[in-house]
């Protein structure tokens, strides 16, 4: 009996993709840390500690050619107090290694581990214990020991601070006129410190009531002292048993239409010349869930963080969680989970010389189609992504897609192609580190290498066009200079 994963039935896109001969005026440029990576606070030190760590950030690194960066930050950071002469990098005390701590106090060290990153880190420090001299002397120590920092948030996500935080004033109940307030005389003061421009501000995850466009106007006081703006994306929850889809969670349209809403926050960023970033993002929240280490969320990164890129957004940031809990981390001890696939795959696509961005299909169906060009406009790569869903049920569909218009270089009869694959959009790697995802036929080992040997798919050209297949939930990257 055959089984039905293997079966396949073939479409055909009734349209061809034209590929622009040089990279259109809409084409945007990328940023070489748009895959970036958010750290929870407590838990930075601990991925330090991990032995994959390293390799991981410099596989990226290599398929990049810049580091990506590193927000240390989260929940964490609003219950952690400085302490300058406290001997580890962090001190706290949790009964359950799967949960964060209630308090905790860092020290000098904790600088000193974040000057190793070899990207630039942006540092999050305390806002709602309403203690500005501490969380000040804490961004006095980060400036003197990181030539790496990019820059300070003060405060994580202020709009949930609960009746009871110290930054809220007696009597008065927390809005967001309140909160700009706060944020205009903390970042005034960090410049005074700094001297430079070095907060990150706004820090929010509810556009627009919370966001960066509702705020800039009310700190126009701070604004010469503030680098960049940051928003934090979640599109689903996990929290409090809230049920996940991972249908939904790769679904191109999908994705367009969720992106969309940060396009004024970064429009808002840029019209005064600061920088927009999705300074902590995943999945789902509290971790993740059932939909996070899965084959679909690397699709869904790719297509998440490329969407994201053409409306503004300059670099996300992914959040990495408690080590012990974290079901949409990118590794963990000697594991490197599915996420991180689609992280190595989209960098890969966009490589070294990968400079502009362009959206090459109408947003209208489950094929997602971008171009990659150089800066000089020549167009590199093909990425493809075929979001429609397969989780075993039925017949796994396969979907030809013309492209049509190429001009290539060295070999005019053949293109190169690389797949990312899985049986299924849920495929997850197994706790002994065992995966059914393969890049190139190839998957990474618990230190972040890929093991087997790489698989080149060779694409014939005739007249200028090719025609490529993708089953549903699956990626391929097309490359015309090689």
Same mark, same amino acid.
């Given at each position: 009996?055959?089984?039905? #994963?293997?079966?396949?039935?073939?479409?055909?896109?009734?349209?061809?993709?034209?590929?622009?001969?040089?990279?259109?005026?809409?084409?945007?440029?990328?940023?070489?840390?748009?895959?970036?990576?958010?750290?929870?606070?407590?838990?930075?030190?601990?991925?330090?500690?991990?032995?994959?760590?390293?390799?991981?950030?410099?596989?990226?690194?290599?398929?990049?050619?810049?580091?990506?960066?590193?927000? #240390?930050?989260?929940?964490? /950071?609003?219950?952690?107090?400085?302490?300058?002469?406290? @001997? &580890?990098?962090?001190?706290?005390?949790?009964?359950?290694?799967? /949960?964060?701590?209630?308090?905790?106090?860092?020290?000098?060290?904790?600088?000193?581990?974040?000057?190793?990153?070899?990207?630039?880190?942006?540092?999050?420090? +305390?806002?709602?214990?309403?203690?500005?001299? $501490?969380?000040?002397?804490?961004?006095?120590?980060?400036?003197?020991?990181?030539? $790496?920092?990019?820059?300070?948030?003060? %405060?994580?996500?202020?709009?949930?601070?609960?009746?009871?935080?110290?930054?809220?004033?007696?009597?008065?109940?927390?809005?967001?006129?309140?909160?700009?307030?706060?944020?205009?005389?903390?970042?005034?003061?960090?410049?005074?410190?700094? $001297?430079?421009?070095?907060? /990150?501000?706004?820090?929010?995850?509810?556009?627009?009531?919370?966001?960066?466009?509702?705020?800039?106007?009310?700190?126009?006081?701070?604004?010469?002292?503030?680098?960049?703006?940051?928003?934090?994306?979640?599109?689903?929850?996990?929290? =409090?048993?809230?049920?996940?889809?991972?249908?939904?969670?790769?679904?191109?349209? =999908?994705?367009?239409?969720?992106?969309?809403?940060?396009?004024?926050?970064?429009?808002?960023?840029?019209?005064?010349?600061?920088?927009?970033?999705?300074?902590?993002?995943?999945?789902?929240?509290?971790?993740?869930?059932?939909?996070?280490?899965?084959?679909?969320?690397?699709?869904?990164? &790719?297509?998440?963080?490329?969407?994201?890129?053409?409306?503004?957004?300059?670099?996300?940031?992914?959040?990495? %969680?408690?080590?012990?809990?974290?079901?949409?981390?990118?590794?963990?001890?000697?594991?490197?989970?599915?996420?991180?696939?689609?992280?190595?795959?989209?960098?890969?696509?966009?490589?070294?010389?990968?400079?502009?961005?362009?959206?090459?299909?109408? =947003?209208?169906?489950? &094929?997602?189609?971008?171009?990659?060009?150089? @800066?000089?406009?020549?167009?590199?790569? #093909?990425?493809? #992504?075929?979001?429609?869903?397969?989780?075993?049920?039925?017949?796994?569909? @396969?979907?030809?897609?013309?492209?049509?218009?190429?001009?290539?270089?060295?070999?005019?009869? &053949?293109?190169?192609?690389?797949?990312?694959?899985?049986?299924?959009? $849920?495929?997850?790697? @197994?706790?002994?580190?065992?995966?059914?995802?393969?890049?190139?036929?190839?998957?990474?080992?618990?230190?972040?290498?890929?093991?087997?040997?790489?698989?080149?798919?060779?694409?014939?050209?005739?007249? +200028?066009?090719?025609?490529?297949?993708? /089953?549903?939930?699956?990626?391929?990257?097309?490359?015309?200079?090689?």
């Amino acid at each position: 009996m055959i089984s039905p #994963i293997l079966l396949l039935y073939f479409v055909t896109i009734s349209r061809s993709i034209d590929v622009p001969s040089s990279a259109p005026s809409n084409a945007i440029t990328i940023d070489p840390a748009l895959l970036s990576l958010s750290l929870e606070f407590f838990a930075f030190p601990g991925y330090m500690e991990l032995n994959n760590t390293a390799p991981c950030l410099d596989h990226l690194q290599f398929l990049r050619g810049q580091a990506p960066a590193v927000r #240390i930050g989260g929940t964490t /950071q609003d219950r952690a107090t400085f302490n300058a002469t406290e @001997s &580890m990098a962090v001190r706290y005390t949790v009964s359950d290694p799967t /949960q964060a701590p209630a308090s905790l106090t860092y020290g000098p060290s904790f600088f000193t581990l974040a000057s190793t990153l070899k990207g630039n880190v942006t540092v999050g420090l +305390n806002r709602q214990l309403n203690n500005e001299t $501490n969380s000040l002397e804490a961004a006095q120590y980060a400036l003197a020991s990181m030539p $790496n920092l990019l820059s300070i948030e003060l %405060g994580n996500e202020p709009e949930f601070y609960a009746s009871g935080s110290p930054i809220i004033p007696p009597g008065q109940s927390w809005n967001p006129t309140l909160d700009a307030a706060s944020q205009q005389k903390w970042h005034e003061d960090l410049g005074q410190v700094s $001297n430079k421009s070095l907060g /990150q501000a706004a820090v929010y995850l509810s556009p627009p009531t919370w966001g960066t466009a509702e705020l800039i106007p009310k700190i126009p006081n701070a604004l010469s002292s503030i680098i960049s703006f940051s928003g934090h994306s979640y599109p689903q929850s996990a929290c =409090g048993g809230a049920s996940t889809n991972l249908q939904a969670l790769q679904s191109h349209t =999908g994705i367009i239409s969720y992106t969309s809403q940060y396009k004024v926050e970064a429009a808002a960023a840029h019209a005064i010349g600061k920088h927009y970033f999705l300074g902590e993002t995943n999945s789902a929240t509290c971790g993740g869930g059932g939909i996070s280490p899965t084959f679909g969320a690397a699709l869904w990164i &790719m297509d998440y963080s490329l969407q994201a890129a053409l409306i503004g957004v300059e670099r996300l940031y992914f959040h990495q %969680g408690t080590i012990a809990d974290c079901a949409y981390c990118w590794w963990g001890e000697n594991i490197v989970d599915g996420p991180y696939y689609g992280a190595a795959f989209l960098s890969e696509a966009l490589g070294i010389d990968g400079h502009s961005v362009s959206m090459l299909d109408n =947003g209208t169906d489950s &094929m997602a189609v971008y171009a990659i060009y150089s @800066s000089s406009g020549v167009v590199l790569r #093909i990425l493809l #992504i075929n979001t429609e869903y397969f989780d075993g049920t039925g017949t796994r569909v @396969s979907t030809t897609v013309p492209l049509a218009g190429l001009k290539t270089t060295n070999r005019p009869d &053949m293109l190169s192609a690389k797949r990312l694959t899985a049986p299924l959009a $849920n495929s997850i790697v @197994s706790a002994n580190g065992s995966s059914p995802i393969t890049l190139a036929g190839q998957s990474f080992d618990g230190l972040c290498s890929l093991t087997k040997n790489e698989v080149i798919e060779l694409i014939p050209v005739h007249n +200028n066009s090719v025609s490529v297949s993708l /089953q549903a939930s699956e990626a391929l990257l097309v490359s015309l200079q090689w």
